[in-house]
């Protein structure tokens, strides 16, 4: 251990294995540490006894609930849009030969009390009940402007400059209503709040079309895909793909303290007495708790159930997102579901996530108008954890250090933190444009 490194990364978390991949992979010596003997920090994946443990401080789940490693249930779960960043980084990685995917069934919303399926696009526009007659010839006029503009060609902008002009223009040229727009903001475009409206509308329109893109890319229900066995497969896989190129995994390390040299600025880890130098350090909230600040806390409600969510046409994986405007509150609530499909739980059983950004101390009634959604649970566990940024000024220290994962059940606003990171570390903007279809071989 006692040698020098161009990174050390702290804690195995998935923002962390990204980094770390991308490091390795750009020619960085990396070194990878973790205190905890198993990865994935926060974002780990927890087997039925590991859950019990966990939640219910014994080991002993009921019998009825199968066997505890057919679960892998992740705690932060999120699904991958099929053409998102996310995806592009991992092809760019090439640690998509470790991983199989598979489409995700169902996109829904939560609209005036009820569940209804995304549409994503004009001719889904026309079929939807979430409008009504007239609303639903001006939604597919606004969903064909969309599919058709091309920022490179003025041709398709209509005389709109979609750099200046407002989400909230943009959609009134169009005539769409408040309750159109409320599921396009969230459940397309994917914004967490209502800010989006007052912000230039070329980022929704480009949020839009990756939804869009992503969807016809696996023909199937949703834009999404997810990694049979959860989310627990990525970290392993970046463990592997930095041991081809070099790089030094390390778990069960206690401590794992920060050293500093006189100006303040990192120059080793310590563990077990010994010190392995560095120039720079990447690491989670909870390895620098004095250069992070609280943001927030995340309310969150795990279910075991024998059962699809009802009204989501039986998918066996699925996402439903209730705008903030919905339930009356600041920000949107999410709902994911996966399944034996995804071999993440026995046949016949499904996992279910309702998770928010808390505005009580009460995750119980908070998460009810989620929770309400799933039918009958056969256990149920809440939880609340808190979320961090970094305060500090990486220039001045050389340390980069995650945001904690918000509450959204898409990897959209993860991939980005971990993009900025990777431009902060190296000075240099990660390049993506890739053969997508590198990662279409484990639709099935």
């Known amino acids: ?6 990174v050390i990364v702290l804690g195995t978390g998935l923002k962390e294995c990204i980094l770390s991949g991308l490091l390795s992979v750009g020619g960085l010596k990396v ?6 003997d198993y990865y ?21 789940p009921p019998a009825h609930l199968g066997s505890s490693r057919d679960y892998n249930v992740d705690m932060i779960p999120k699904f991958m849009m099929a053409n998102g960043t996310l995806v592009r980084v991992l092809i760019h990685t090439d640690v998509t030969k470790y991983l199989y995917f598979k489409a ?55 005389g709109m400059d979609l750099m200046r002009v407002t989400t909230k223009e943009l959609i009134a040229k169009y005539g769409l209503d408040d309750n159109t727009m409320d599921f396009i903001g969230h459940a397309l475009a994917l914004h967490r709040d209502d800010r989006y409206l007052d912000e230039p509308a070329l980022d929704t329109v480009k949020r839009m079309k990756l939804y869009a893109e992503s969807l016809a890319r696996f023909q199937g229900g949703s834009p999404y895909i997810y990694p049979l066995y959860g989310l627990g497969e990525l970290p392993q896989a970046f463990a592997r793909l930095s041991a081809v190129y070099g790089g030094t995994y390390m778990l069960n390390k206690p401590e794992c303290k920060v050293e500093f040299d006189d100006e303040g600025k990192v ?14 350090v990447v690491c989670d909230p909870s390895y620098l708790p004095n250069k992070v600040r609280k943001i927030g806390k995340v309310a969150r409600a795990i279910a075991i159930m024998s059962h699809p969510i009802p009204s989501t046409n039986d998918s066996h994986s699925v996402q439903i997102i209730l705008p903030q405007k919905q339930l009356g509150r600041k920000s949107d609530m999410y709902v994911f579901c996966c399944s ?39 256990e149920i566990f809440f939880d609340i ?15 980069f250090i995650s945001t904690s994962y918000d509450a959204t059940t898409h990897f959209e606003s993860t991939v980005m933190d971990v ?19 590198a990662a279409s071989a484990a639709e099935e």
Not at 31 to 36: G, K, Q, T, V
Not at 44 to 57: A, E, G, P
Not at 267 to 280: D, F, I, M, Y
Not at 363 to 374: F, N, V
């Open 267 to 280: 120059n080793g880890v310590t563990s077990e007495g010994e010190t392995a130098r560095c120039k720079k």
């Open 1 to 6: 251990m006692d040698e020098e490194y161009d």
């Open 419 to 437: 993009l900025n990171m990777y431009t902060m570390i190296t000075g240099k903007v990660l390049d993506l444009s890739v053969d997508l279809s």
């Open 340 to 378: 034996y499909s995804h071999n993440v739980a026995p046949k016949g059983k499904f996992i279910a996530f309702v998770s928010t950004e808390a505005e009580t101390d009460h995750p119980e009634t908070e998460l009810r108008p989620g929770i309400d959604l799933l039918g009958p649970v056969d």
């Open 104 to 158: 995700v069934d169902g996109s829904y919303v939560f609209n005036k009390g009820k569940v209804h399926k995304v549409p994503a696009t004009d001719m889904e526009a026309l079929k939807s009940p979430l409008m009504g007659i007239f609303e639903k010839r001006r939604a597919r006029k606004f969903f064909i402007y969309v599919q058709d503009y091309d920022e490179k060609d003025p041709k398709t902008h209509e």
């Open 40 to 60: 994935g920090g926060e974002s780990t994946s927890l087997n039925l006894i590991q859950l019990w443990k966990k939640f219910m401080r014994n080991d002993k």
């Open 385 to 399: 954890y808190d979320r961090y940024e970094p305060v500090n000024e990486p220039s001045l220290d050389n340390c």
């Open 31 to 36: 070194l990878h540490m973790d205190r905890n």
